[in-house]
C-alpha cells in the first residue's frame, strides 16, 4: 500500500475516532439527563403542549404542530412517564452537541476544535436546557444547527443539492417556532450579501424555497382559517414581555444564557473568522441579521441561543490553529486555563438548571435560582385537591359538574393528570382551548381555579372558597402565590356564549 493510500486510511480512521469521540459526549449529556429528568414534575408549559397533544391539529395558538405531534407520539410509547416524554428533547440535545463538533470538523478543524466546540455547547446553560423539559424551543434549537451544517457543507462543497436539505429543514423549522422567520431573514440575507448570491439563479436554490413552503403549508392554511390568530398572540405576549421586563438584558443574556460565559471568546473569534472568511462569510448575516431584528424588536434574550454552536465551531477551528503557533508549555497553560474555566462555568450553570437533587442544598439552590423549575411543583397536589372538593360536594352538583381554569397549566394538570380521579375535562378560554368551546351540556356548578376572588365573584353566581392551592414543600411559584383560593361556583351570570366570547385569554 501507497503512502497516499497510509494517508486516507490514517484520515478515515481519525474521523472515524473523532465522530466516537462525539457520540462519546452526547451519550454522557443523555445520562445526565436521564438520571435527573424524573426528579420533580411537569411544567406548566408542558403540561400546555399535552393537552393541545390530545388534539391535534395543523396548528395552535401559541405554537405550530409539530411539538404536540412529538408529544403525542412521546405519550403512545411512555405514557406520563417524565423521563420518556422529555426523551425526544434530549435526543435533540444530544444532536445539536455532536452536529456542532460536526461543523468543527467541515471547516477543517481537528480532534480539539470539534471536542472544543462541542463540549462549549454541552456546558452552556440554554442548551443544557432544552434537554429537561419537552419545549418547542428545543426542536427549533436543533433546526438551527441542523441548517447551518448543510449551509457549510454547501459552501464547502459547492454542491448546490444541498438548498433541499436547507430549504426542507426550514419548512420543519416554521412547522416548529415562528421565530424561523428570523433565521429565515438571515439565510436570504446572507445569499443577498455575500458571494453565495449566485445561487439565487440554481434551480436547486429555488427548488429548496419551494419544498419549505410546501412542507409548512398546512399550517399557513391553517392560520388563514383561523384568522391569523397566532399573530394576535404574539403581538399579545411580545406587549406583555416588554411591559413586565422579560425583554430586558438581551445582550448580557446572550453571554450569561445562550453560551457559556468562559466561552465568549470562542464565540466572537467564530464571528470575526466568518466575517473575513468569503467562502463562509454567510453564516456571519446568518447571525448578525437575526441579532439585529431580535435586538430592534426587543425580542427575549434566548431567542438567539440556537445560532451560537456554528459561531462555537469556528471560533474552535480558529483556537485550534493559533494554539498550534505555540511552544508545548505556553499551550498546554492556555488548554488548562480554557478546559478548567469552561467546565467550572458549566458545573455552576447544571447546578441551576438540572434538577440534580430532589431535596437538600443543591434542590434548594436550583429552586432559588430556576424559576422554570418553580413551575414544575404542585401539579399533582392541585389536581388531587380539585379532586377532593368534587367528592365533597352533593350528588346533584356533581352530576352537572365542570372544572373551568384561569390558565393553561391547570388546563393540562385537570386535563392530563385528572385523568386518574375521574375529573372532567377542564373548561378552558386561554389559547387553543378557547377555540375547543365549553360542554355542549354546559355545567350548573362550576369549581374554578387559577382567578381573583373578585373576578368569580363578577362573573359568576354563588361563589365561595372551597380549598386552597399549594404545595407541601413550601415552594412560591405561580400556582401557589397568584392562585391560592379554589371556587366552587354556580354557573356565568351572562349566557353562555356570550360569557365565552370574554373568556378568551393568550397566555
Not at 456554528?310 to 492556555?334: F, H, I, N
Not at 372538593?389 to 397549566?409: F, H, K, M, T, W
Given at each position: 500500500?501507497?503512502?497516499r493510500?497510509?494517508?486516507l ?17 452526547a ?108 419545549q ?28 433541499l436539505?436547507?430549504g426542507?429543514?426550514?419548512g420543519?423549522?416554521?412547522?416548529t ?12 440575507g ?33 392560520q ?21 421586563g ?5 445582550l ?57 454552536p ?25 488548554e ?31 429552586l432559588?435560582?430556576?424559576?422554570d ?14 379532586a ?23 388546563q ?14 377542564p ?19 362550576l ?18 372558597v ?42
Open positions: 500500500m501507497n503512502a493510500e497510509n494517508g486510511t490514517q484520515t478515515e480512521s481519525d474521523s472515524r475516532i473523532d465522530t466516537w469521540m462525539l457520540f462519546g459526549l451519550g454522557i449529556l443523555v445520562v445526565a439527563h436521564v438520571l435527573t429528568n424524573g426528579r420533580y414534575g411537569l411544567h406548566r408549559d408542558e403540561l400546555q403542549v399535552l393537552s393541545d397533544a390530545r388534539h391535534l391539529d395543523w396548528g395552535f395558538v401559541p405554537y405550530p404542530p409539530l411539538t404536540p405531534f412529538v408529544e403525542r407520539v412521546s405519550m403512545s410509547i411512555f405514557g406520563l412517564s417524565l423521563v420518556g416524554l422529555r426523551m425526544f428533547s434530549v435526543i435533540s440535545a444530544a444532536l445539536i452537541l455532536i452536529f456542532t463538533g460536526m461543523m468543527a470538523r467541515e471547516l477543517g478543524g481537528g480532534r480539539l476544535a470539534q471536542l472544543t466546540a462541542a463540549l462549549a455547547i454541552m456546558l452552556s446553560p440554554l442548551p443544557l436546557f432544552e434537554g429537561t423539559e419537552f418547542y424551543t428545543t426542536f427549533d434549537y436543533l433546526w438551527w444547527v441542523l441548517i447551518a451544517y448543510f449551509v457549510i457543507r454547501l459552501l464547502k462543497t459547492e454542491n448546490p443539492w444541498w438548498w436539505a436547507i426542507a429543514t426550514i420543519v423549522g416554521f412547522l417556532k415562528y421565530t424561523m422567520g428570523f433565521y429565515l431573514a438571515g439565510i436570504l446572507g445569499v443577498l450579501l455575500t458571494r453565495a448570491r449566485r445561487y439565487l439563479g440554481s434551480g436547486w436554490f429555488w427548488g429548496g424555497m419551494a419544498l419549505g413552503f410546501l412542507i409548512c403549508l398546512p399550517n399557513l392554511l391553517w388563514v382559517k383561523h384568522g391569523f390568530i397566532s399573530l394576535h398572540f404574539l403581538q399579545h405576549i411580545h406587549v406583555r414581555d416588554v411591559e413586565e422579560r425583554a430586558n438584558g438581551f448580557r443574556d446572550q453571554f450569561w444564557i445562550c453560551t457559556n460565559l468562559v466561552a465568549a471568546p470562542l464565540w466572537i473569534a467564530g464571528l470575526l473568522g466568518y466575517l473575513r472568511d468569503r467562502r463562509y462569510r454567510m453564516l456571519a448575516a446568518m447571525y448578525l441579521i437575526p441579532l439585529a431584528l431580535f435586538m430592534v424588536e426587543k425580542g427575549r434574550g434566548y431567542y438567539l441561543g440556537a445560532a451560537y456554528m459561531l462555537m465551531a469556528m471560533g474552535a477551528v480558529m483556537g485550534e490553529r493559533w494554539l498550534g503557533t505555540l511552544s508545548k508549555v505556553p499551550r498546554r497553560t492556555v488548562a486555563v480554557f478546559f478548567t474555566g469552561l467546565l467550572s462555568a458549566g458545573l455552576y450553570m447544571s447546578a441551576i438548571v438540572l434538577p440534580i437533587a430532589s431535596r437538600g442544598p443543591l434542590m434548594d439552590f436550583a432559588k435560582n430556576n424559576g423549575l418553580r413551575e414544575e411543583i404542585g401539579w399533582d397536589e392541585l389536581v388531587k385537591a380539585v377532593g372538593i368534587r367528592d365533597s360536594l352533593p350528588p346533584e352538583q356533581r352530576a352537572n359538574l365542570g372544572v373551568l381554569v384561569g390558565n393553561y397549566g391547570e393540562g394538570a385537570i386535563e392530563i393528570l385528572g385523568r386518574a380521579y375521574n375529573l372532567p375535562l373548561i378552558s378560554g386561554t389559547n387553543s382551548a378557547w377555540l375547543r368551546g365549553y360542554p355542549a351540556q354546559p355545567p350548573s356548578t369549581i374554578v381555579l387559577g382567578l381573583s376572588r373578585g373576578y368569580v365573584d363578577r362573573m359568576f353566581t354563588s361563589c365561595r372551597a380549598g386552597h392551592n399549594g404545595n407541601t414543600l413550601g415552594v412560591h411559584n405561580e400556582e401557589s402565590e397568584s392562585h391560592p383560593d379554589i371556587f366552587v361556583c354556580g354557573g356565568p351570570r351572562l349566557p353562555w356564549p356570550e360569557f365565552w366570547k370574554e373568556y378568551q385569554a393568550f397566555g
